[in-house]
Nanobody, 126 residues
């Protein structure tokens, strides 16, 4: 399984970005895809997640209302549209995938994700 995240960049506060995560190596119908981020000196934190099967979505409070996670079955790609960006959104953003079923873990449970992409840098200037 490979996850490749891209789409980061430098943007002014109030701007927007769309991150993409291209997934390959298996079918993901029984997977949940997540976005996490890690700012310098901070722990990695949950941003958003989506069920590949039914498109149910989950968001961290810090991005709720400003971000939208979605997926494109045909392209095997998950997107994170981020609007009204703030300097505190500056971080390396990672996409991740985990199988669903079995023991339940909430979407923000980092240790439950099986696969991780390489990360893409998002920098928001004030």
């Amino acid at each position: 399984v490979q996850l490749q995240a891209y789409g980061g960049g430098l943007v002014q506060a109030g701007g927007f970005l769309r991150l993409s995560c291209a997934a390959s190596g298996r079918t993901f119908i029984d997977y949940q895809m997540g976005w996490f981020r890690q700012a310098p000196g901070k722990e990695r934190e949950f941003v958003a997640a989506i069920n590949w099967s039914d498109s149910r979505t989950y968001y961290a409070d810090s991005v709720k209302g400003r971000s939208t996670i979605s997926r494109d079955n045909a392209k095997n790609t998950v997107y994170l549209q981020m609007n009204s960006l703030k300097p505190e959104d500056t971080a390396v953003y990672y996409c991740a995938a985990r199988g669903v079923g079995g023991r339940y873990y909430p979407p923000e449970h980092i240790g439950s994700y099986d696969y991780w992409g390489q990360g893409t840098q998002v920098t928001v200037s004030s």
